[in-house]
């Protein structure tokens, strides 16, 4: 069994204890890294490789959510041809209509429970089975609408007593989506991700002794190490990585398994090392590449809690300096960004001001779609907060904008705190 399946497996294993205690509930959440829940995504996915005849029926949807008067009838539009597909194979199967509900509800959730209902009563071979809606929009256009769409199909599910249709939701454990729902039962999925390459690694490098496949299996080990905090251990690997590395000529690598030595420096508080193996990947790395600037804002990320403004902002500005010079323009953008909100103080506004407005700057000679993935959405609607008593450079900046992204190019920020 190959490492992938593996973890498949024991996600399977802990899916099912995980509706078996809580089989009441209309809804589960997966809760994780983004690793773990595409891991997740993908168990999903596998259960509709297998004949389930009786089984579990899962049902897959990543279309757009655009409402929450519309979501229902798409998901509903959608399942035709798997209702197609069962008509086929059975004969004098009844029609499969929409079923009018017989109370107001505030969306249309109720267009997509009850023919699933009306699925199960249709087909015998699925009476003993539960079905699992598995919704992971593409694109939300109103998350609030999507709650309240989510809580109206749990209240259908509770009201008629059904414990065999349920909804499926992931997200990232920290930075969630959905606010929190009562009806909901979240649950956490680990993977050891560290021992899942390790164990891939072992799996697909057959060929023993050569130089490139021990460079990364000294980088998995150092990994492994890290995530059980075994400091020295990761060290000694990341070493023998760098040396490799060196061998190799390959710089790249070197430069990754030096700055793996910083993440073991820092986390063993070992912070005058981890201060020298940045030194050291300065000398070393290849001058005016992309690499180089993600080192400068990597040691920017790690000064911010260690060190004085100053520095931060320098590893910042050095960062956005090179980005311009080779043309990562998006990566600019974001280290003024960052040098602007750390001046988010009433004494200095002006100079947050300056580097937002430089971030303007560079957005001109931007192409649209570098532009469209930067982070200038935000920057520019914090200008807007603050701009808010100069009402020409109020119009300027919202035309300028309106010009790059259209009417509603305003995102939601948290205003200035000197505001």
Known sequence: MNPVDLELVKLKRQWQNVVKANDKKPMFICLGEKHETDLFDGFIKSRLSEDYDGEDIFLIHYQEFNGMDSFGQILFDDWKEYYELLEKSKENVPQWNLTDADEKFKTDAYKAFFPLLELKKNFPNLKNSKIYLYIAPVRISDIEELSIWIKDWCKLCEKSGNQDVKL???????????????????????????QLMQNTAAHTNRKK???????????????????????KEAEFALRNAVKLAKEQKNKQGEISAYFMLTQAFIADRK??????????????????????IQMYMNYGSYLLGNSKKSKVENAFEKAAEVAQEIGEYAMAIECYRIIGTLNDTLLTKDKMIEYFEKCLDIAKIMEPSTRESSSL?????????????DKDKKTTLDSEMKNYFGEDWKVSVEKPKYS
């Open 377 to 389: 959405k935000f920057v520019a609607s914090m200008l807007f907060i603050k701009y808010e008593g």
């Open 168 to 194: 499926i939701w992931t997200e990232h454990h920290t930075y969630k989506t959905l606010p929190e729902n009562s009806s909901a039962h979240s649950f956490r999925v680990n993977v050891d991700i560290h």
């Open 271 to 292: 912070k005058e090392r981890a201060e020298d193996t940045y030194r050291t990947i300065f000398e070393e790395v290849e001058p005016n590449s992309p690499l180089e």
């Open 209 to 231: 002794n050569s130089v490139d496949t021990d460079f990364q299996q000294q980088i998995l080990t150092a990994s492994n190490h890290l995530s059980k905090g075994r400091y």
